[in-house]
């Protein structure tokens, strides 16, 4: 049986004030969530402690947004995996193409990252995705098949999760067609070894299409970006029918 993991990437917003602002709104909104849903908000560092400690004994999991492979080291502006699992952090994203992009992360650090990651018993969430211009020239495929190939060298499938974010439907209100994200998702499975791994659509999830993009059968839950930022949309959206 696959899980669902639904997961809010709040990216470079919220202070620690806003970050339990949104907390007390959000919390009395999944009551009746069902639980086989895993719900999980991936913050900036600065508000893991903070949320870690309101989390406690609730059914929301905490995830940070990038990890190093070293435990330790003069890696300056980075952040290493015993950091994070101190503050009961269990997942982290890992090769956003946020960090592709802006700054540089390549397959092999993602790979790295991953590995660490695992070591140190986080469940990564591993992003891959083509671009405007990779999809137009056909080479979407071809594309995700080399990330994937690359960023999963010597990775333990039984514990990942893998998000499918075309970097077109990223922040742009242009979501990928739920039917065509299925069909990705399902190629991407066909990549793996271990087909239980939970496979999440991201890019401009909002309430209003998440029900359509769940009914999707190779669908396993969404990454959310903006739409995760407010406690009543991203409640609706953990809400899916
Ligand atoms: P949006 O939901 O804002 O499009 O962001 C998606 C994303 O990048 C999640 O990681």
Request: hydrophobic share 40%.
């Amino acid at each position: 049986m696959r899980r669902i993991v639904i997961a809010g990437n709040w990216k470079m917003y919220k202070t620690q004030a806003e970050a339990l602002e949104f907390l007390q709104g959000f919390i009395p909104l999944i009551s009746e969530t069902p639980e086989d849903r895993e719900v999980v908000l991936c913050v900036p560092f600065t508000a893991l402690v903070s949320l870690s400690q309101s989390l406690h004994g609730s059914r929301i999991r905490l995830g940070a947004q990038n990890v190093h492979w070293e435990k330790e080291g003069a890696y300056t502006g980075e952040i290493a995996a015993p950091m994070l699992t101190e503050v009961g952090v269990r997942y982290v994203i890992v090769g956003h193409s946020e960090r592709r992009q802006y700054f540089g992360e390549t397959d092999e650090t993602v790979n790295l990252r991953l590995k660490a990651a695992q070591a140190a018993e986080l469940t990564p969430i591993l992003c891959v995705g083509e671009t405007k211009q990779q999809r137009d020239a056909g080479e979407t495929e071809s594309v995700i098949f080399n990330q994937l190939a690359k960023d999963l060298v010597d990775v333990d499938q039984t514990n990942l999760i893998i998000a499918y974010e075309p970097i077109w439907a990223i922040g742009t209100g242009d979501t990928c067609e739920s039917v065509e994200a299925n069909r990705v998702i399902g190629l991407i499975r066909k990549q793996l070894t271990n087909p239980d791994v939970p496979i999440q659509y991201g890019g401009s999830v909002k309430p209003d299409n998440i029900d359509e993009i769940m009914a999707q059968p190779e669908i396993d839950g969404a990454l959310v970006g903006g739409a995760s930022l407010q406690p009543a949309s991203f409640a609706r959206i953990v809400n899916f029918q």
